[in-house]
């Protein structure tokens, strides 16, 4: 299913209006996808509401649209097995 969405990432991306990264786990048959917001100074207190509201609106959009397609697409994949 990662290859798969790896491949064609443009539904997932839409889903959550952002570009997801990929990555190999290291040592593991593994990957992971990742949604990255560069922040010029993490370490600056007042660029953190900013941070905090963009990570619980994307949250927000991979437990209400990210998960429900990820288990509807492994249903359908197990049910052809």
Same mark, same amino acid.
């Given at each position: 299913?990662?290859?798969?969405?790896?491949?064609?990432?443009?539904?997932?991306?839409?889903?959550?209006? @952002?570009?997801?990264?990929?990555?190999?786990?290291?040592?593991?048959?593994?990957?992971?996808?990742? %949604?990255? &917001? $560069?922040?010029?100074?993490?370490?600056? =207190?007042?660029?953190? $509401?900013?941070? @905090?509201?963009? @990570?619980?609106? &994307?949250?927000? %959009?991979?437990?209400? %649209?990210?998960?429900?397609?990820?288990?509807? =697409?492994? =249903?359908?994949?197990?049910?052809? =097995?």
């Amino acid at each position: 299913m990662w290859e798969k969405i790896r491949n064609a990432p443009q539904p997932w991306n839409a889903l959550v209006q @952002f570009d997801w990264g990929f990555e190999q786990v290291e040592g593991r048959t593994r990957a992971r996808m990742y %949604l990255d &917001k $560069p922040v010029e100074d993490l370490r600056n =207190e007042s660029s953190w $509401p900013e941070v @905090f509201q963009w @990570f619980g609106e &994307k949250l927000s %959009l991979v437990y209400g %649209l990210i998960a429900p397609k990820l288990r509807e =697409e492994m =249903e359908q994949i197990q049910s052809a =097995e």
